[in-house]
């Protein structure tokens, strides 16, 4: 900013780790050399970012606490789906199965817990841990830990799911 140089905020809704926008998108508003890269899926999704953009832009008390507990919660340990990773030898779908959890939270339990969970967990069961992925992670996420964690909650919630 200093320098008069703008930069990318690629995925501010964190990898569909985030689900309010309005919070986002009003953090990211403190930053006015921020440029916002989104991933959109359907039309209300730009029409909503398009009216949080033109409101009045602050972050209230609760904001912060809301932001501070979001921190919290994520940690440094969550993928942002930026896909250098991939590929993998053993055909694991390496963001998909470090994003499960997110996953679990808005797909339907059919499609989550369905061939398509069923499909990519049996895959990551395969996992060598070779690390091949963990050299590439521009963020130094421990993939192959959390592929296993991963694994575990998602055979965790099938059984109890039934």
């Not at 990898?15 to 009003?26: I, V």
């Not at 339990?109 to 963990?134: F, L, P, S």
Request: charged fraction near 25%; proline fraction near 5%; glycine fraction near 10%.
């Amino acid at each position: 900013e200093e320098h008069g140089v703008a930069f990318l905020s690629m995925k501010p809704m964190g990898g569909g780790m985030l689900e309010n926008a309005r919070l986002a998108f009003q953090f990211l508003r403190h930053y006015p050399a921020a440029i916002p890269v989104v991933g959109i899926e359907q039309q209300a999704e730009i029409d909503e970012i398009v009216s949080i953009m033109q409101s009045p832009a602050g972050l209230s008390d609760a904001d912060r606490a809301e932001i501070k507990r979001l921190r919290e919660e994520l940690g440094t340990r969550f993928c942002r789906r930026c896909g250098y990773c991939q590929p993998c030898e053993q055909g694991v779908d390496i963001s998909t199965v470090v994003n499960l959890r997110s996953f679990g939270k808005r797909f339907p339990r059919e499609r989550m817990y369905g061939e398509w969970g069923e499909t990519i967990v049996a895959k990551a069961e395969g996992c060598v841990e070779c690390g091949v992925c963990e050299s590439r992670c521009p963020y130094q996420l421990p993939i192959r830990e959390i592929i296993r964690e991963n694994v575990a909650w998602f055979r965790q919630e099938q059984a109890r799911l039934g």
